[in-house]
Structures are given as C-alpha cells and as structure tokens.
C-alpha cells in the first residue's frame, strides 16, 4: 500500500518581531505528534544515503524508526551510541550541507527533518529525566589530559571515559564548552544544555579543571611529569582576525568573539546586574557572513540596535552560514549588503561613525573554488553606523602552541596532525577540531574528537 | 575557589591581598598577571602579580578601588574566597644582567613595578628605583621597593611627602648625575607612562612600559586589548603587556580605555562603597577623558 504523502513538519518557533526582544531559543521543537508524524516521512532506507553524509554516522534510519514508534528514550540512545551531544548537533549542525543534503526523500520532496528529530529525542530525554550513565568499561588506572572543553575534547573525554581512562579537562576559561559557551547565542544553544552535556562526562567519571591555561599554567611536559600519560589538543580556532583597514582601533570596533563572549559568557546584556560591561549602540555594522555574523547581528538586535547590517563581500550564494540562521536573520530585518566590502572605518573623538565600503563584483573563481570579489572603481560610499562587529573569521588559537614546539604545524599555524589517527609530532599527544581542521564545525570537531580518542587507546593499550 | 590569606590597607582605597593559589605561585615570573572574578556574577579582572610565595603556595595582588570589580575586592577579607582566578598570564618580563636599571613606578604601579626590580636586582643589576604618586597618602610599597633597590628616590605631585613633583622629575636628577643607565622600566597611568617614554627618547635609553589596556579573556581570543606597538596591533594580553615604550602609540590606548565609562559610572553609583574610594574613581574616570 502506498504511503500517504506527509507534508516536512514544521518546527514552532517565535515570533520575529517577539523573539528580537528577549534571548530566548527561537524554535521551540517539535510536540510529540509532530515528530512521530515527520519520522514517518524517513523510507528506511537499506542504503542510506543520509548515514554518509553524518560525519560521525549517526545511526538515522534505526533512531527515525524509533521516533514513529514512540520509544522517544530508545531512539535517544541509539543517537548516543555515535553521538553523545545530540541535543547541541539537533540545533546547531549544517544539516542541509550533510544528512539532509542528501537525503533521498530530498529528491522529489523536501528531505526528512533529520537535525530536528534529533534535537527532540535529546530533549526528551533531558527533560524526562531520563538520561543513564552507559556502562563503562573496568577503571583502567591511566591518566589522560584533554585541553580544551569544546566539542573536540568533550567527545574525545567522553570516549575515552567509556573506555575506562581515567581523564581530566583542562579548560583555560571559567566555564566548559569553547564556542559553544562563549560563542554561540543563548537563542540558537541555550547554556543549560551545553552544561547537562557536561555535567553527563562528570557523571561518567571526567574530572574538569577550569581556569587552566595549558602552556601558562603548565605545559602539556608538566602534565606528563604529574603522571598524564597522553594528551588530546582540542584548543580551537580562538585567534580573531581583523581588517587591517584604517579605523580598525576605534572605540566601537569589536571582534564578534569580544561582542559574543560578552553576551554569551559573560552575561552582559544583563549589566549592571552582571559586571561585564557592553557597547550601547544603535547601528551596527556586522562584516562577514558565516554563523557568526549572523549571531552578532541577531545578537546586536536583541541588545536594542535599531539597524543591523550584514556586510560581506560575496553574493547570497557564497554566504557560509547555516541557511536557518539567514532565513531567521533575515525574518528579524537585518538588512543585508552584499557584494559589499568595507574599506574604512570612520571615526569621530576616538568613536565610529560610519565605515567606508566599495561596492564588488563577481570574478573567475579563485584557489577556494568560489568566484573572487573584485571591487568596482568609483563606488565606494558611507553607512553610517556607531559599532562594526568583524567576524571574517578565527586563526588558530596560538597560546599553547608557542609553549610547545615540539608539535609541529602547517604553513597556517593549524597543528599538522596524521589525518588518520590524529597523531601529533609530540609523543602521546593527539589533536582535532578547529585547531587542525581550521574553522570548521562542532559535528566535525566531534568527529575528530572521536579518532583521537580511538587512537590514544591503542597507543596506550598498545594496540 | 581561591581564598584569601591575608589583607592589608596599604593607603586610600589601595589594599594588598594574600590569596591561595599554590599552582600560580609556583609557575609564576615577574611581570606576569592574574585574572579574577569575584564572584558568578563577576567580570574577569586582570591584576599584576606583585609578590608570591612558590612553598607557601600563595601570591600577592595590590590593586587600587576604581570601580565597581574593585571596590567589591576591596571589601573582602581573610577566609572568603575568589570564585575564579586564572594565571600566570603575559609574558614575563625578560630579566639578565643590564648593568643599572631604573624601575620607575607611579601611583599603582609602583605594585607592578615592584616584582620585576626585585627581579632585575636578583639578576644583579644596580637598581635605581623612582616611585611617586599624587599625595603623600597614595604612596605605597615603599619600603618594600627600598629593600630590592640600591637606591630610591620618592615624589609627590603636591609635595605632601618627601620631593615635590614627578617620577619624570626624579629620572632628570638621577640622569644628570651623569651615570650611564641600560634600561628603563616605567609603570603607571597612561599619561606618565608617556610622558617618561618621552623624556626617555630624548636619552636614547630604552624603556620598557606595562600597558594597562581593557581586557576580556587574557589568552588572545577576544581582541580588546590590541593596542599599537611601532605601527603594528599587538594583543597585550599574550604578546605583551610588556612593550617598548617608544613605539608604543599611548593617546590611542588612552582613548581606548574609556569605551566603557558611561556603564563603569553606572556601576559604581549602584555599588556602596566609601565615599573617598569613589570620588577617586570619578576623578580617575574625568582624568581618562
Ligand atoms: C559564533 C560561532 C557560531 C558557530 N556556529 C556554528 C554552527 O551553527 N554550527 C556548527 O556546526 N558550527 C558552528 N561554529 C563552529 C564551531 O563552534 C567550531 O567548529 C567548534 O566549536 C570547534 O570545536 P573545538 O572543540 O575544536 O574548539 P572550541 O569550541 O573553540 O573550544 C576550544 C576550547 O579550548 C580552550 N583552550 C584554548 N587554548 C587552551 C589552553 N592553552 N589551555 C586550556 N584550554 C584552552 C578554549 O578556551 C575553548 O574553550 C560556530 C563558531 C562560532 C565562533
Ligand atoms: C595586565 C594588567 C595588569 C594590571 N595590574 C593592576 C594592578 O596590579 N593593580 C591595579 O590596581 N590595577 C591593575 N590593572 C588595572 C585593573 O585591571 C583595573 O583597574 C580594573 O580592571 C578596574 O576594574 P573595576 O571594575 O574596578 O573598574 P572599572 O569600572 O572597570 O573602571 C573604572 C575606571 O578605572 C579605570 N580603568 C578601567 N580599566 C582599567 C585598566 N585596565 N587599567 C587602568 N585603568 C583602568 C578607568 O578610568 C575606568 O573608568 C591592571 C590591568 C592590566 C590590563
Ligand atoms: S536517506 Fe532520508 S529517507 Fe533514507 S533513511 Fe535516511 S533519512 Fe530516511
Ligand atoms: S584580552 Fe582578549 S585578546 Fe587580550
């Protein structure tokens, strides 16, 4: 019999002009009849497609099937017997560039709400309280170091929790998560999550350290002195980049991880309640146009700008961010320039007034395999605006690294790890997420996460 | 947690504080920082450590009450804690054997000056320590700076206690004595800290200054504290805070250092706090624009 069609479900959320008032996560998840009823639109594949486009294989028909089941906690494992931060990847993973990309419904329909339905048996799980230690291996008595709490060393401290080590997290920030923290905005990630998922590794055993800058504090030799017998690097992509554009020191100028770590970790928009202290602005300028742009403009609006800007040197098709993210930006009245480079920022008594743009063109594609901007003489023209956000991205965070030559790094000071087992040139030391890969995403950050940490048990076991 | 060991009032709205972080202590150079946060609600405050203690596992901060963060410090005592602190931060001060070194310190920053003449004096340099501050009763660490110096001369702007004028007065008399001097070492406000960067040229005597700028994080992801050092933008947080005074552009890190003082009043008239430590911040505050 064949299958009545069902329509792709449709995620509640916020109303635009509601949400740019408060920091409330915008989509509210699906209700459980919403998500029964999308999972029955998955055809359980024998092949699945959307399986190869996960890049930790999340096991999606087996936990989908589950969902038009019912069994909400059994399909929530399943996603954890690959994925131990579902509730984070449910909200935050590019899933149109991979599982649902490739989706077979996607062909003649539109794809099955795979991110989604992962997001809600996360959440059902958390909110029924119904979440379980698994069984861990016996006590193996051997101490491994994980630097660095984002995704990258929370996955590989979980795995290797599992397996028994005894493991301890460094994290050079008072608070657990890397950009998931500091980073990404209360209304797309709220901070309980991040802190359930962390709070499961101490569960499991990992003991976190925060406010231990490895390197300063002690470096990754010291810990083997104190007995750690391997390490993981999972340090991230944390060193902003700037314009190099006249202007760029004026009062008002910010890098989105100054503007975002303000919010977001610090709380500032709740100042003078929280010390942390923030710009007032009323138009913000916001260059670039990946997920973060488009956190510090939606970000800007709900502090009371009155006028946010996208400005980003490429055409719609080349923005990197998620498409959710743009479609909501978008939705709250962020008014995008594109093709649009700015030249200079504009000052007045030390402050910004405006920034200087040109308007560009698309060319032949460059080495990225994206058409090269090219700028259009005589149009350059002003915005008017009091703070410009710059978040063209993040190099790699360099602090333990300058204490640490013996690991050795590329031509643009990512670590040059073995791509197969993440080995660095330091012994017992192991390596992933952005500080290798470069800026790239929390799902593929966990990816590696998890290599490293097959690979430190075989070099421990001797395997 | 971080407790408190000891504290100390050293002048008007100036405390020392004791606290335990033996991991700290231990790693710790001269010219090197903390960042704290009082409390869940704290901003992370960075301070200098001016002393520490590696086998009793303690250091030592002196920090003056200018706002809200402060001022909060300041009304600690013994047995509380310090809900996070994170350290040692910056690059330490380079120490070796210059031949005579002047360490000039103004107001506060005779506390960040102090570890590296201790320092440099260790490493056996001469010392010719110069401290001032405004008045007699913000004068601080001198008998401190006396012990790890060879010399120390002392000003007030107002003459309330020992030479009338300032630290860049002392540096003329000792310069006119004619000795031959290696390096300078100059910490304080901005205002001073330019204006010795400048008499200095006119020595050709190299100066090393300790920049002061806002900072959020401290381990070179955030970008508030760049500041421009010979044309190029530095991060002093991890490339610094130390830099050479003479290609350090200081009306830039002046003006940046003002980006919050509309929410920082905001702050402190919400805060109790004693009147005095407050009108000094306001005027601080006045003296930054
Ligand atoms: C604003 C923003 C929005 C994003 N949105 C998305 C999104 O929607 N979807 C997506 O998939 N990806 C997104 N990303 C990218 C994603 O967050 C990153 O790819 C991912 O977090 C990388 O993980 P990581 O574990 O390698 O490093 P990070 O998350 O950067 O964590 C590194 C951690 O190491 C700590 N650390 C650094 N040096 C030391 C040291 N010496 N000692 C101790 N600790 C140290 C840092 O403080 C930090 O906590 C976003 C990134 C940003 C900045
Ligand atoms: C590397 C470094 C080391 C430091 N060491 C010391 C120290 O040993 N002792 C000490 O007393 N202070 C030190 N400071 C300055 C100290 O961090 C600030 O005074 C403190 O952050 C002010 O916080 P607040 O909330 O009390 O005042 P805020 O409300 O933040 O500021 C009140 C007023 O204080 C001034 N101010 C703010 N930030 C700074 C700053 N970074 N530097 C100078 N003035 C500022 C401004 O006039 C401002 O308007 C150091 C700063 C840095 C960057
Ligand atoms: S490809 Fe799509 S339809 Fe097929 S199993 Fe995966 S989610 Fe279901
Ligand atoms: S304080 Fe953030 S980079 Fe220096």
Redesign the pocket.
């Known amino acids: 019999m064949p299958k009545e069609k069902i329509e792709r479900q449709k995620m509640p959320e916020q109303k635009p002009h509601d949400r740019i008032k408060n920091f409330n996560e915008v989509p509210f998840g699906f209700p459980q009849e919403i998500a029964m009823k999308e999972a029955q639109r998955c055809l359980q594949c024998k092949k699945p497609a959307c399986v190869k486009g996960c890049p930790v294989e999340v096991a999606i028909p087996e936990f989908i099937k589950l969902v038009a089941e019912g069994k909400f906690v059994e399909a929530a494992r399943k996603v954890k017997s690959t994925n131990a931060l579902p509730a984070v ?1 449910g ?4 899933q149109e560039s991979q599982c649902e990309k490739v989706c077979i419904v996607g062909k003649k329909d539109k794809p099955v709400a795979i991110g989604s339905l992962e997001r809600f048996v996360a959440d059902f799980e958390r909110n029924t309280n119904a979440v379980k230690i698994p069984n861990i291996a016996e006590k193996k008595n051997i101490k491994v170091a994980v ?9 590989c401290a979980g795995d290797l929790a599992l397996k028994g080590y005894d493991v301890t997290i ?4 008072h ?11 209360e209304f ?2 709220p901070k309980v999550i991040v802190q359930a998922e962390v709070n499961y590794l101490t569960m499991m055993g990992v003991k976190v350290e925060t406010n ?6 002690a470096t990754l030799t010291e810990l083997f002195k104190e007995g750690y017998k391997a390490a993981f ?6 060193l902003p980049m700037f314009l190099n554009i006249p202007g760029e020191n004026l009062i008002g100028v910010l890098s ?2 100054e503007y ?1 770590t303000r919010v977001n970790l610090m709380k500032a928009y709740l100042f003078p309640e929280y010390d942390t202290p923030m710009v007032k602005s009323k138009k913000v300028a916001v260059v670039g146009a ?3 742009a ?3 403009a939606r970000t800007a609006l709900r502090l009371g700008a009155e006028k946010v800007y996208i400005v980003y040197r490429r055409s719609p098709e080349e923005m990197p ?2 498409k959710e ?1 743009i479609h909501h930006a978008q939705e709250e009245g962020i008014d995008f320039q594109l093709l649009t480079n700015p030249i200079e920022v504009l000052g007045k008594d030390g402050c910004v007034r405006g920034i200087k743009c040109i308007k560009m063109e698309l060319g032949a594609p460059d080495e990225s395999g994206r058409r090269r901007p090219i700028p259009i003489k005589d149009s350059e023209f002003e915005i008017e605006v009091d703070t410009v956000v710059v ?1 063209i991205g ?1 190099g790699p ?1 360099p ?2 690294l300058k ?1 640490t030559p013996e690991i050795e790094l590329n031509k643009w000071g990512n670590i040059n790890a073995n791509p197969e087992t993440l080995a660095t040139t330091m012994k017992g030391v192991y390596a ?6 470069g ?8 990816g ?2 998890k290599i490293a940490a097959r690979s430190i048990d075989k070099y421990l076991t001797g395997g | 947690m971080f407790k408190i060991l000891a504290k100390e009032v050293l002048s008007d709205c100036v405390y020392k504080m004791v606290i335990d972080a033996p991991r700290i202590a231990r790693a710790r150079k001269a010219g090197q920082f903390v960042v704290l946060r009082i409390d869940e609600n704290g901003e992370r405050v960075p301070l200098t450590i001016c002393d520490a203690d590696a086998v009793a596992g303690s250091l030592t901060i002196v920090f003056q009450a200018v706002g809200k963060s402060t001022m909060q410090l300041g009304q600690m005592e013994p047995g509380q804690s310090i809900h996070d602190l994170v350290g040692p931060l910056g690059k330490a001060t380079h120490i070796e054997k210059y031949g005579t070194v002047v360490c000039v310190g103004g107001g506060i920053g005779i506390a960040p000056v102090y570890p590296i003449a201790q320092a440099m004096r260790l490493a056996g340099n001469k010392v010719i320590s110069l401290i001032g501050a405004r008045t007699k009763n913000l004068l601080i660490l001198e008998k401190e700076m006396a012990k790890v110096s060879d010399e120390l001369l002392v000003a007030t702007d107002d003459g309330s206690y020992s030479i009338k004028g300032f630290t860049s007065d002392l540096l003329k008399q000792v310069m006119a004595r004619g000795i031959k001097v290696d390096l300078a070492v100059a910490i304080g406000p901005v205002p001073m800290m330019k204006a010795m960067a400048n008499l200095t040229k006119t020595y050709n005597l190299k100066t090393m200054v300790s920049l002061n700028p806002i900072m959020l ?1 401290a ?1 070179g ?1 955030c970008g508030v504290c760049r500041v421009t050092v010979g044309g190029k933008t530095q991060f002093a947080c991890v490339d610094g805070p130390e830099f050479d005074g003479h290609l350090v552009d200081f009306d830039e890190l002046q003006k940046r250092l003002r980006t919050y003082n509309v929410q920082e009043k905001t702050a402190v008239e919400k805060f109790q706090h004693s009147p005095s430590c407050i009108d000094l911040a306001m005027a601080a505050q006045k003296q930054v624009k």
């Open positions: 990847c909200r935050v993973c590019p630097v660095g709490s984002g995704p990258a060393g929370l996955t460094f994290e050079a920030l608070k657990t998560g890397g950009v998931l923290v500091y980073g990404i905005p797309r990630l231990m800058l490895v390197g300063k504090v690097v999972g340090t991230g992509a944390g989105a991880n975002l990946g997920n973060v488009m956190d510090s961010a998620r993210e978040a993040n965070n602090l333990l204490a992933g997420g952005d500080i290798v890969t800026a790239a995403t929390v799902i593929e950050a966990m590696q996460g | 994080d381990t992801m």
